[in-house]
């Protein structure tokens, strides 16, 4: 239920972005979502791509540093108070980070969480019956 994400630190320059990006096409690897966030001298992009071990690999031999975590994607009621409702859930688990995915799910939102123990947010989250998103039915949602 864990998904792999790809995370790799950007250097804070015109074109970075578009290496990466020009990288992963040149080699037919689409890119399902992503997150950018900065700082004054470089930035971490967070990638989650069907292939990640040949999307890892491709961007090493291009002389990237790519990182791998687990993440979890979890469908979102698309209403008013339905990621409130997801953290009372998710009270006890600390949140690293999280970012939306897009989808065609109009009834729901999916986002994607980094805990700080994913294990544990896992077994919360299963004691609660939520949905967790498999990586191979995340790739089918779009």
């Known amino acids: 239920m864990k998904i792999v994400q790809l995370s790799l630190f950007v250097e804070n320059r015109p074109g970075a972005l578009k290496d990466i990006c020009n990288t992963l096409k040149e080699n037919n690897i689409n890119i399902s979502t992503l997150s950018l966030a900065d700082t004054q001298s470089f930035g971490i992009l967070r990638l989650l791509v069907k292939e990640h071990e040949r ?4 961007l090493e031999q291009a002389g990237f540093v790519v990182k791998t975590t687990e993440v979890l994607a979890i ?8 990621l409130a409702i997801l953290l009372d859930t998710l009270q006890d688990c600390q949140v690293e980070y999280m970012y939306a995915f897009a ?3 109009h009834t729901q939102a999916v986002m994607v969480f980094r805990f700080a123990d994913p294990d544990k947010a896992l077994e919360v989250l299963k004691a609660a019956h939520s949905n967790i998103i498999r990586e191979a039915e995340l790739y089918t949602l779009q």
């Open 103 to 105: 989808s065609e799910l």
């Open 55 to 58: 999307a890892k690999a491709v």
């Open 75 to 82: 469908p979102v009621p698309n209403c008013p108070g339905g």
